[in-house]
């Protein structure tokens, strides 16, 4: 009862995200303009052309810098766990490899900036990494194949003094097993 | 508000630590401000035999603890003509004649088998009677403790309030890389380090009788709570579940602990006896609920939540139930801790200038902001209720700060190398 509620709290803020909010949060600094770029240009086929790559070429995807695979972090504004518009289409991407790699696994490590408790931020890093699950999940991405873990602040940059640096620590890394 | 500094010691490390890599800890305490009517108070030093002169004089601890305390002037008593020992000695006049209101005198004796006599004496100068007078026979490793008892003896008698200075404190020091548990005197002295790991340790939650301390340590990759005895060191797994373990926090009776795991993929509230059975989950919401802390009386549990929005605090029963919100001033108010007497909840308030620490009347609801400081972190009351210890940083390295609940007394404890945190004011060293 618990896990449907929050799925579906999750699907609705993903659908809120979607409709409106992408550019008003705008980061500072987070993620890389050729990140967003290609996010934005390649994200319907991104996946799938990732998945052949690995067979024909030999390059892995999730090391080419030209692949959105390449791209692990999902920023997220402050005191809050959905996963924002403009990351979707990479979240979209991983789901995508983990479906077609069903022996592929990977780990979400939630994060949060240093501001405010150890252990609210500890929740809130879990709050994070769960939320990128369920958005894995709704794509085709199975249980079996990802873990999530929260380092709530411990792993915060500790000298930030402004949000362009806080919001970078506000993330959750997509982690693939062996790496 | 900050007063010239009054006051500056540095600590050294009497023991030696079995980890002999974390022994180097140092902790500074300053005091920045202190109430508007102070006691003057002269204390002599005690005679003392030559095999202890290497140690601090009795006088020398005793002085710096009231000082510490912000509600007492200790006088220069180098230049005044008289320097009794015992009551007979005592010539008032000389001591009136430097305005002190109260005198204390005393001396150490050597006993046989290792040990000590220390005997002390409080004298009301205007009065020119005596308060109080005490003998301790004690072996002649307790003198810096004695020495505490001494000055929370003079506390109470001057002020009615019960003294502190005869406790101890956790924190977790980051140093060189790796973290380390620590528990110290509250006056920074005698750092001794309960666990250590390259892998963070956060939440340390002393047992009600102080023999124990439950915390979080991610050595596993992952947050799981452990209980350590600090008198054998030995420790033991209290909770770990699938998911994050983490928050431990004490019954009063000391027979379970309020425990969140994310069993449920959400943080929610456990109990758990402090054997490790009878799990039992008491919160239910699909939001955050974390940072337990038990009534004095046992009977509630006050915590964090964010099932309202943002982070607030809540209170529900023990068992579980329905739980009622507490804070209401601003957006973010999270880490709850109460007073002995459970008439007073401090947390972590969010305003416009930052994280600061708030203590709340929990009968009137009024709220006062108590630091100036914009990143604090983790308060918790003295066993007295009068003073608040948290985490500031400072430069980006974390510190210990304490301020008294009238916002007066204000205290800064700093490290000379390491990066202080998560800071928890324990119970009287026996």
Not at chain 1, 9 to 18: E, H, I, R, S
Not at chain 1, 58 to 86: M, Q, T
Request: proline share 5%; charged share 20%; glycine share 8%.
């Amino acid at each position: 009862m618990n896990k449907s509620l929050l799925a579906s709290a999750v699907l609705a803020a993903f659908l809120a995200a979607c409709s409106s909010t992408a550019v008003k949060d705008k980061p500072a600094a987070p993620v890389e303009d050729s990140s967003k770029s290609a996010a934005t240009s390649s994200a319907a086929d991104g996946a799938s052309t990732a998945a052949a790559s690995q067979d024909s070429v030999g390059v892995n995807p999730l090391k080419d810098p030209n692949n959105i695979l390449s791209k692990r972090s999902i920023y997220f504004d402050f005191d809050k766990d959905e996963v924002k518009a403009e990351y979707r289409p990479l979240v979209d991407a991983h789901a995508k490899y983990l479906q077609a790699n069903p022996n592929a696994k990977v780990m979400i490590q939630g994060n949060a900036d240093s501001r405010g408790s150890r252990e609210y931020n500890l929740a809130l890093g879990q709050r994070r990494s769960v939320a990128v699950k369920k958005a894995m999940n709704v794509v085709g991405a199975q249980d079996k194949q990802i873990e999530t873990v929260s380092y709530g602040e411990e792993k915060a940059t500790q000298t930030c003094k402004d949000d362009g640096c806080w919001s970078k620590d506000r993330r959750a890394d997509i982690v693939y097993e062996g790496e | 508000m900050i007063k010239t500094l009054m006051f500056k010691r540095l600590i050294f490390v009497l023991f030696l630590s079995f980890l002999p890599l974390m022994a180097k800890a140092e902790l500074t305490v300053e005091i920045v401000g202190g109430a508007a009517q102070q006691i003057p108070i002269a204390i002599v030093p005690f005679s003392t035999p030559p095999a202890l002169a290497s140690q601090d004089n009795v006088a020398t601890v005793v002085g710096a603890d009231l000082q510490r305390s912000g509600l007492f002037r200790v006088l220069e008593t180098r230049g005044v003509a008289s320097q009794p020992h015992a009551l007979a000695e005592v010539k008032y006049a000389d001591w009136s004649a430097i305005q002190a209101q109260a005198l204390t005198i005393g001396s150490v004796e050597p006993l046989p088998g290792n040990r000590l006599k220390v005997s002390f004496r409080l004298l009301d100068v205007l009065k020119q009677n005596q308060l109080l007078a005490m003998e301790f026979n004690i072996a002649s490793s307790q003198q810096r403790t004695t020495a505490h008892k001494i000055a929370d003896l003079i506390y109470e008698k001057l002020t009615g309030e019960k003294g502190v200075f005869a406790t101890r404190i956790t924190y977790v020091n980051k140093l060189n890389g790796r973290y380390a548990l620590q528990v110290a005197d509250a006056d920074g002295f005698n750092p001794q380090t309960v666990v250590s790991s390259k892998e963070p340790i956060i939440s340390p939650s002393w047992s009600p009788d102080g023999s124990k301390l439950a915390y979080v340590s991610f050595e596993k990759k992952k947050p799981i709570i452990f209980v350590q005895s600090l008198l054998s060191g030995q420790r033991t797994v209290l909770a770990n579940f699938k998911g994050n373990n983490s928050a431990p926090a004490w019954s009063p009776d000391g027979t379970k602990l309020a425990i969140v795991l994310t069993y449920s993929a959400n943080s929610q509230i456990y109990v758990i006896n402090a054997d490790g059975t009878g799990l039992q989950q008491v919160s239910f919401s699909s939001g955050i609920d974390t940072e337990p802390e038990w009534t004095p009386d046992g009977s509630a549990i006050y915590f964090t939540s964010n099932r309202g929005g943002g982070p607030q605090i809540y209170r529900m029963p023990a068992t579980g139930g329905e739980a009622k919100r507490i804070t209401f001033e601003g957006s973010y108010n999270v880490s709850p801790h109460v007073s002995p007497d459970g008439k007073l909840l401090t947390y972590v308030k969010q305003d416009a200038k930052g994280f600061r620490i708030a203590v709340q009347d929990l009968a009137t609801g009024q709220v006062q902001t108590l630091s100036e400081t914009t990143q604090d972190e983790s308060p918790s009351f003295a066993p007295n209720g009068r003073m608040i210890l948290y985490a500031t940083s400072i430069g980006g390295k974390g510190s210990l700060a304490a301020v008294s609940v009238d916002g007066r007394v204000k205290q800064r404890l700093t490290d000379n190398g390491g990066d202080v945190r998560e800071p928890s004011w324990g119970f009287a060293i026996n």
